[in-house]
Nanobody, 123 residues
Framework: QVQLVESGGGLVQAGGSLRLSCAAS????????VGWFRQAPGNEREFVAA????????YYADSVKGRFTISRDNAKNTVYLQMNSLEPEDTAVYYC????????????????WGQGTQVTVSS
């Protein structure tokens, strides 16, 4: 079992930045690949970014490539999502989760979801 807690969300103007954190407890976090997803009202949960257990490889949705950066500090059991040049379309609840099998891009291949943190970008 892994428990995940997201933090760092908030209200920001378009063009601004936020850094989200995903803090883990429980089983050895450094063994797991981790992903960030987001869900806006009325929309399905969509992939944002993922990072391998060592941090050696990262994956991004096309919509955030060049603006968002995922990283991790295994000594702190934490994964980060640095979000720059935010746009109103980035408004959503952001979730982190542990990938257990299959694709990096599908939420169905993840488990141990956090409760989410709200990001709101005003125009």
């Amino acid at each position: 079992q892994v428990q995940l807690v997201e933090s760092g969300g908030g209200l920001v103007q378009a063009g601004g930045s936020l850094r989200l954190s995903c803090a883990a407890s429980g089983r050895t976090f450094s063994n797991y690949h981790v992903g960030w997803f987001r869900q806006a009202p009325g929309n399905e949960r969509e992939f944002v970014a993922a990072i391998t257990w060592s941090g050696g490889r990262t994956y991004y949705a096309d919509s955030v490539k060049g603006r968002f950066t995922i990283s991790r500090d295994n000594a702190k059991n934490t994964v980060y999502l640095q979000m720059n040049s935010l746009e109103p379309e980035d408004t959503a609840v952001y979730y982190c989760a542990v990938r257990t099998a299959g694709s990096y891009y599908s939420p169905y291949d993840y488990r141990y979801w956090g409760q989410g943190t709200q990001v709101t970008v005003s125009s």
